[in-house]
């Protein structure tokens, strides 16, 4: 049995070289690559916000080619129905009073939910119990879904004609919420000389099954976590609350609600990741606060005020960071 040190040295290999094979399709969002397999790590959910075209689909869909993980997509419409992705029973058998159940493409390890917010909310609240639950009840009965169990879901955050805005709890199922950025002319030029000279990158696998992922999510929870540092989480969370004495200035002001219980487990998950990819068997503040902006920017709900003067979660984020 190896020691703690050479398993954490062992992880980081393991990250590095998952992440080395992604960057042979996705240039650029360096943060976004890394916060997705963070999440992927932990077990945990990750809305990606970006307007279309900036290779959202593509990472999920390279992402599973090199983890060889069962990969699905769902296009979400406002037609989509709920059983158009967790399934239903069919009837089988030739007396047709046998009912069979038929899995729905939620039945995968890595799910793209695309275009979430096109969805109408009961549509949309399909994916409530298979994201939190790992399991999803149809007809009354129970079926569990596949470890690990990832969902991916994007949205444009310009487009707000025929969408439907996500609602507050399946929002705070999202261990992060990664902002897609767009390229800089530099990641343009490489776009296109990848894209457009008609070689396509040899991706090679690095997984060598689901349950190597399992084992190196149980391990992440055994990083070392100082009472000092939890609390540091705390109090960032405590923070964004309005009403709470520990609230930033920015919260009192512009903020509604703030963030839940879930955004500090996301601090402390996400921190201990970082912890391990920087060398180190236990969690910094410096792991929390990085992991602050998509562990919390989605879980923080704006007042009128904040909306009408065009205030972002980030800024109330930062104040809470820098103070």
């Known amino acids: 049995m190896n020691s703690p040190e050479a398993d954490a040295i062992q992880f980081r ?6 992440e080395t094979e992604l960057r042979k399709r996705i240039v650029g969002q360096s943060e976004v690559v890394e916060g997705v397999l963070v999440a992927l790590f ?9 307007v279309p075209g900036l290779g959202k689909t593509l990472l999920v869909r390279t992402l599973a080619e090199v983890t060889g993980l069962h990969f699905s997509r769902i296009q979400f419409t406002p ?36 275009e979430i917010n096109r969805a109408t909310p009961k549509t949309q609240s399909a ?31 310009l487009e707000m004609e025929g969408t439907y805005p996500l609602p507050e709890a399946q929002l705070d199922r999202f261990l992060f919420k990664l902002k897609v950025n767009f390229p800089t002319a530099e990641e343009i030029h490489a776009i296109l000389d990848r894209t457009t000279a008609g ?25 070392a976590l100082a009472r ?5 989480a705390v109090r960032m969370v405590m923070a964004t609350h ?4 520990l609230a930033a200035p920015k919260a009192r002001r512009f903020v509604r609600y703030g963030a839940s219980p879930r ?52 800024e109330v984020l930062a104040e809470i960071i820098g103070g």
């Not at 290999?13 to 998952?18: E, G, L, N, S, V």
């Not at 040899?202 to 992922?213: F, K, P, S």
């Not at 996400?270 to 879980?299: E, Q, T, W, Y």
């Open 79 to 114: 037609d989509l129905m709920p059983s158009d992705i967790v399934g239903t029973n069919l009837i089988a058998g030739e007396d047709q009073r046998v009912f069979r159940f038929q899995p729905g493409p939620v039945f995968a390890n890595l799910v793209l939910a695309d």
């Open 263 to 314: 955004g500090a487990q996301a601090l402390i998950l996400a921190g201990k990741v970082f912890a391990l990819l920087d060398n180190r068997f236990h969690v910094s503040r410096a792991d929390i606060d990085k992991a602050a902006f998509p562990a919390l920017r989605h879980r923080i709900i704006l007042n009128f005020e904040g909306e009408a003067e065009g205030i972002t979660t980030d």
């Open 228 to 232: 000092e540092v939890q609390e540091r």
């Open 199 to 223: 070689a396509d990158p040899a991706i090679g696998r690095v997984v060598g099954d689901a349950a190597e992922l399992v084992e190196w999510g149980a391990f992440i929870r055994k990083v």
């Open 13 to 18: 290999q393991f990250f590095r070289t998952i």
């Open 242 to 245: 309005p009403d709470n004495p």
């Open 127 to 157: 994916l409530l119990e298979a994201m939190q639950e790992r399991h999803v009840t149809v007809g009354g009965v129970q079926h569990p879904l596949v470890a690990p169990f990832q969902v991916l879901a994007t949205q444009n955050p």
């Open 42 to 50: 932990v077990g945990g959910h990750v809305l990606l916000e970006g």
